[in-house]
């Protein structure tokens, strides 16, 4: 991903949330994979949207990140001048000179076995101060992977496989409700250990798809539904796609656009259970107004005529 979530959405910094919004949408729509099978820059814009959105939408995020204490990953940063005033700091125990500590490249008061017993104690290991035991026992490394996976296989939870360097395969289970960036574990799939050591963990991080029907906003699924000019004066059941499939909602009578409908539970998996959908509708007129309609709506309108705008219309 591009080190300006910024840019990668094509905005300055003072872009509004609804820019930021609608900048990403529209690169989803002309980037997504599956509109270009054959065109890797393509998908590498599509995802270096997705996780530009992802972290700008959430104000205290985009909060954090202008003020530099995280980067475009969301990842920590360290406070300004952290590395250099902690090097300065006298009692830093790999400032001091071997001159000033007695020939102690630890420093005055730092005892060089126990700092070994204690760096072999955070490795987990035993015997000489490195992970390692008496007989030359050593762990093995832990081993780092990214790996791209549909939004859809990411909501419902999935099975799939990567291939290793060396050829292998390895197993990863995506738990529902998966999150863009979230970091699996899988212990004891890294490199195998020397001797008895133990093997080093896998650690494989996601990177999750957008998909162009769904958003993603917290725990819950926002989508938008279109519908007709008659099933919005008259109601009826609409069919709208949820991540586990298609269901019927009931849109009211003298339904408007942008109003909002819920569908319990029809979310993602969290800790406190599962979100909810969020379904925004959308009046789409016919694509073609024949005479018959023409007409109607000019006799209605001179019985029924009204202003939706009433009350926002200045002054």
Request: proline residues 8%.
């Amino acid at each position: 991903m591009t080190q300006d979530p910024y840019a990668a959405l094509g905005l300055s910094k003072d872009a509004t949330p609804d820019e930021i919004k609608k900048a990403y949408r529209k690169i989803a729509r002309t980037n997504h994979p599956d509109l270009n099978p054959d065109d890797p820059a393509a998908e590498i814009r599509f995802k270096d949207a997705g996780r530009a959105y992802d972290l700008l939408k959430d104000p205290e995020q985009r909060r954090r990140f202008d003020a530099g204490e995280i980067d475009a990953t969301g990842a920590e940063q360290a406070p300004r001048g952290y590395y250099r005033d902690e090097a300065r700091r006298p009692e830093n125990p790999y400032t001091q000179s071997r001159t000033s500590s007695g020939g102690n490249p630890f420093g005055e008061g730092v005892n060089a076995d126990d700092f070994f017993a204690n760096f072999a104690r955070s490795r987990g290991g035993s015997g000489d101060g490195f992970g390692r035991g008496t007989s030359g026992d050593w762990p093995g490394q832990d081993t780092r992977y990214r790996l791209a996976v549909p939004f859809l296989d990411a909501a419902r939870g999935s099975k799939t496989r990567i291939t290793l360097p060396d050829g292998s395969a390895l197993e990863v289970t995506i738990p529902e409700g998966a999150r863009d960036g979230q970091t699996l574990r899988l212990r004891g799939k890294g490199e195998p250990g020397f001797g008895a050591g133990r093997p080093g963990d896998a650690f494989i991080t996601l990177d999750v798809t957008p998909n162009p029907d769904f958003e993603r906003d917290g725990d819950d699924i926002l989508v938008t539904l279109p519908i007709s000019i008659d099933e919005a004066i008259l109601g009826g059941k609409v069919p709208v796609p949820t991540v586990t499939g298609a269901v019927n909602v009931s849109v009211p009578p003298g339904a408007s656009s942008g109003q909002v409908l819920r569908l319990k539970g029809r979310g993602l998996k969290g800790r406190s259970g599962k979100g909810d959908q969020r379904v925004t509708l959308r009046i789409v007129s016919p694509p073609k107004i024949d005479d018959a309609l023409k007409h109607f709506m000019e006799g209605w309108r001179a019985d029924h005529a009204y202003n939706p705008r009433a009350g926002k219309e200045r002054s």
